[in-house]
C-alpha cells in the first residue's frame, strides 16, 4: 500500500499534464502542479471551482463526451477551457470515472494544452490554401511528377495552366507516365534531363518546341527541380 501511494503521488505530482480529481457532480477535489500551470491558478482557485466554471459546454462535442464516460466509464477528446482571467484554450482530455477507498465515486480528468498545435495546425492549413490558390491560378503549366523505380516519371499533380495549354484535362494526365503524355521524339530529351536533375540534386532548365495535335506548336522554357516529400 506504501509503494502504490509513492508511485501514485509521483505519477500525480510530476505528471507534464494536468489532472483533476472531483466527484461526478462536477466538484474539483485536488489538482496537480500541471493544472495550475495550464489554468494559470493556485490550487485552492480551481477547486473552488466547478468543472462548469472550467469548460466551456458549448457545443454537442463535449455532450457526447460526456455521455460516453457515464455509458463506459471512459472518454477522451477535445475540450475548449476557459481559465481563471478569462483566456480561453484547447485541450485534449482523457477521462474516467472510479471509486475510492472509501467506496466514493469519482472522476480524473487529464488535461493536455493543445493551443499551440492547434495554431500550428491553423497556419499550416493557411499555407496550403495560399500555395494551391498561387498553383491554380498563375500563367505558367505547373506540374508534379512522382519518381518511381525503372526511370519511370508518373504525373501526380498538374494545375489549371497545363490543361489549358496543353489541352488534355486532368482525368487524362494524373496517374500516367511522362512517355504515355509527351510525344516523340521530344520524350527521349526530356527523360534525360529528368534524370540529370535527380542525379544531381540540381534544378535543369531548357528551351522546349514540340507540337500538340490540340494546341498547336508549343515552344516553352521547362524548369525541373527535384523536391523530397
Known amino acids: 500500500v506504501k509503494d502504490s501511494e509513492v508511485k501514485y503521488r509521483s505519477f ?4 507534464l499534464d494536468g489532472i483533476l480529481l472531483g466527484d461526478p ?16 491558478a493556485s490550487e485552492d482557485e480551481i477547486c473552488n471551482s466547478s468543472e462548469n466554471e472550467l469548460i466551456d459546454f458549448g457545443g454537442q462535442a463535449l455532450a457526447d463526451l460526456m455521455a460516453a464516460r457515464e455509458a463506459t466509464g471512459i472518454c477522451k477528446g477535445e475540450v475548449n477551457f476557459s481559465r481563471m482571467d ?11 470515472l472510479f471509486k475510492d477507498a472509501k467506496g466514493n465515486d469519482r472522476s480524473c480528468i487529464i488535461v493536455k494544452d493543445i493551443t499551440d498545435r492547434k495554431n500550428a495546425e491553423a497556419a499550416l492549413l493557411m499555407n496550403e490554401r495560399q500555395l494551391d490558390l ?13 519518381v ?24 487524362e494526365v494524373i496517374g500516367r507516365s511522362i ?6 521524339p ?9 534524370r540529370q536533375a535527380i542525379r544531381t540534386k540540381k534544378a535543369i532548365s531548357w ?8 494546341t498547336g506548336k508549343i515552344t516553352g522554357i521547362v524548369t525541373i527541380t527535384p523536391v523530397v516529400d
Not at 457532480?25 to 494559470?40: M, P, Q
Not at 478569462?86 to 474516467?96: D, L, Y
Not at 512517355?179 to 516523340?184: A, M, S, T
Open 12 to 15: 500525480f505530482e510530476h505528471n
Open 25 to 40: 457532480g462536477g466538484r474539483i477535489l485536488e489538482v496537480n502542479s500541471a493544472a495550475c500551470k495550464i489554468f494559470r
Open 86 to 96: 478569462g483566456t480561453k484554450f484547447q485541450a485534449e482530455i482523457s477521462s474516467s
Open 134 to 146: 498561387i498553383y491554380n491560378t498563375v500563367a505558367e503549366s505547373i506540374f508534379m511528377i512522382n
Open 148 to 171: 518511381e523505380p525503372g526511370d519511370k516519371f508518373r504525373f501526380i499533380s498538374i494545375n489549371q495552366a497545363f490543361t489549358k495549354t496543353t489541352g488534355t484535362t486532368v482525368a
Open 179 to 184: 512517355d504515355d503524355i509527351l510525344p516523340n
Open 186 to 194: 521530344y520524350v527521349g530529351h526530356v527523360l534525360d534531363n529528368y
Open 207 to 214: 528551351e522546349e518546341h514540340w507540337t500538340n495535335e490540340k
